[in-house]
């Protein structure tokens, strides 16, 4: 299913969070879009619907920073990819291990160069300033999960 809504700045947290809370073990989240689309936004009300009471750090130089309960319900880890620069780096991530009990949040996944994760929820964010577009591939694992209508 395709999905594609016009969002305001002060809407992005709604829609996270919404997505967020929707989350299950072994979801994997690609956010794409130019740099500052909101890819960190969406992700960070993604935490927040999970528990996070603090701030999220962005990964971009981390490349993963993970988040595990008590902080979230779920263990998360939020990914950046931009600074991958070959498929072999991300074997040494061990991002799978977070798909036994958690989900994976991966900005850049255009990164991946192959297929990346079967299944995965698509997020591609366009736009600027207070006018962005939001374009899901919303997989049939979604199903009735899917949040936004």
Do not use: N
């Not at 072999?88 to 798909?99: F, S, V």
């Amino acid at each position: 299913m395709s999905f594609t809504c016009d969002y305001g700045l002060a809407e992005a947290a709604r829609i996270g969070a919404a997505i967020g809370a929707a989350l299950i073990p072994g979801d994997v989240v690609l956010l794409s879009g130019d740099l500052g689309a909101g890819k960190t936004t969406l992700a960070r009300a993604m935490l927040k619907a999970r528990g996070l009471a603090g701030e999220a750090p962005s990964p971009t130089f981390a490349i993963v920073q993970p988040y595990a309960p008590p902080e979230v319900d779920l263990p998360i880890a939020h990914v950046d990819m931009y600074r991958i620069e070959a498929e072999d780096e991300l074997i040494e991530l061990g991002l799978d291990d977070y798909l036994y009990d958690g989900a994976l949040l991966i900005e850049w996944p255009e990164r991946l160069g192959g297929e990346g994760w079967p299944g995965a929820l698509s997020l591609r964010i366009s736009g600027q300033g207070d006018a962005r577009v939001l374009t899901a591939e919303v997989p049939a694992a979604w199903g009735a999960r899917w949040p936004l209508r």
